[in-house]
């Protein structure tokens, strides 16, 4: 999928997770196929999973990201409605592979699709419950930092005419570029909240139609309110959509800052993993589509 990807050879991976773990040196470590964009998932037994970075990256900022991750991952957990991770151990490089690598938990659920629960109020309600409490959580005098989603949308302009550019053919671009010019600069005058910042179905886990799980929690910190209302676009069709709105109590405003971040990710989803992740490049299009259709964003 990346330029800078790390192979990793099954056999590596086991023998990684049975010499630096002994107390699993019985248990079947086998691949897990997922959509995965930053990790090699493998399941270790019954009851955890190991992730392997798949980027080339310097080791010890790696090392440094578990750390915080699992602090994260705590916090997060703890204040979850539902299941989620927590970081078991973080093992080292060895021999077939140059980077820290983490166990986790194992999360018990079906992984969720961009159209798998669209339908489901049930759903829309539990994801609306998770959101109202972590809004409500102690953000301890944290701000937002760094570069990534979650701070002001215009810090991404050039990424995104840069996915337009990428589009030509594959997406109304133009449409999507005044959508963007539309969004961006959406107002906001609320503070930080303690936001998942990747809430993509991928991450969201499933009993039937109703949340079960929360994957990839190590990123949970302070963002804009809206960040996390990306959630509706990528999962929901329009009614369930309006009963979450509506359980969280998103304003006009902030609905639509909502709709950018959304926007923002989905538009680079679609060009970057057209062939090596169909899946994917799949849910950026169906979040596009329920950007654009919304009427109420008037697009």
């Known amino acids: 999928m990346h330029a800078d990807q790390i192979p990793l050879d099954p056999a590596v991976a086991r023998r990684l997770v049975h010499e630096q773990f002994p107390k699993w040196a019985g248990e079947p470590v086998v691949p897990l196929a997922t959509a995965a964009t930053t990790s090699y998932v493998y399941r270790i037994g019954t009851h955890h999973t190991a992730r392997f970075p798949m980027r080339e990256e310097d080791a010890g900022a790696v090392r440094r990201r578990l750390r915080a991750e699992?602090?994260?991952?705590?916090?997060?957990?703890?204040?979850?409605?539902?299941?989620?991770?927590?970081?078991a151990g973080v093992g080292?490089?060895?021999p077939g592979f140059p980077l820290p690598w983490s166990v986790q938990t194992w999360v018990e659920g079906e992984v969720a699709g961009p159209t798998s629960v669209a339908g489901s109020w049930p759903f829309a309600a539990d994801v609306a419950e998770l959101l109202v409490r972590l809004r409500a959580a102690d953000v301890r005098g944290r701000r937002f930092s760094g570069t990534g989603r979650?701070?002001?949308?215009?810090?991404?302009?050039?990424?995104?005419?840069?996915?337009?550019?990428?589009?030509?053919?594959?997406?109304?671009?133009?449409?999507?570029?005044?959508?963007?010019?539309?969004?961006?600069?959406?107002?906001?005058?609320?503070?930080?909240?303690?936001?998942?910042g990747d809430l993509i179905p991928g991450n969201l886990l499933l009993?039937?139609?109703?949340?079960?799980?929360?994957?990839?929690?190590?990123?949970?910190?302070?963002?804009?309110?809206?960040?996390?209302?990306?959630?509706?676009?990528?999962?929901?069709?329009?009614?369930?959509?309006?009963?979450?709105?509506?359980?969280?109590?998103?304003?006009?405003?902030?609905?639509r800052r909502g709709a950018a971040w959304a926007l923002l990710?989905?538009?680079?989803?679609?060009?970057?993993?057209?062939?090596?992740?169909?899946?994917m490049s799949a849910l950026g299009r169906s979040t596009i589509d329920r950007v654009l259709a919304a009427p109420e964003l008037c697009l």
């Open 70 to 87: 699992r602090a994260a991952m705590a916090e997060f957990a703890a204040l979850s409605t539902v299941p989620a991770p927590l970081l």
């Open 92 to 94: 080292e490089p060895g």
């Open 265 to 279: 990710q989905a538009l680079g989803l679609v060009w970057y993993y057209a062939d090596s992740n169909p899946g």
């Open 207 to 255: 009993h039937g139609d109703r949340l079960a799980g929360i994957l990839d929690t190590g990123g949970f910190g302070p963002a804009d309110p809206a960040l996390d209302l990306v959630v509706a676009w990528h999962t929901l069709d329009a009614g369930p959509r309006g009963i979450l709105r509506a359980h969280v109590g998103a304003g006009d405003v902030q609905w």
């Open 150 to 196: 979650g701070g002001e949308l215009t810090a991404h302009d050039d990424w995104m005419e840069h996915c337009l550019a990428q589009s030509a053919g594959m997406l109304p671009v133009e449409r999507l570029r005044s959508a963007w010019a539309e969004l961006r600069t959406t107002a906001r005058d609320e503070p930080d909240v303690m936001s998942h």
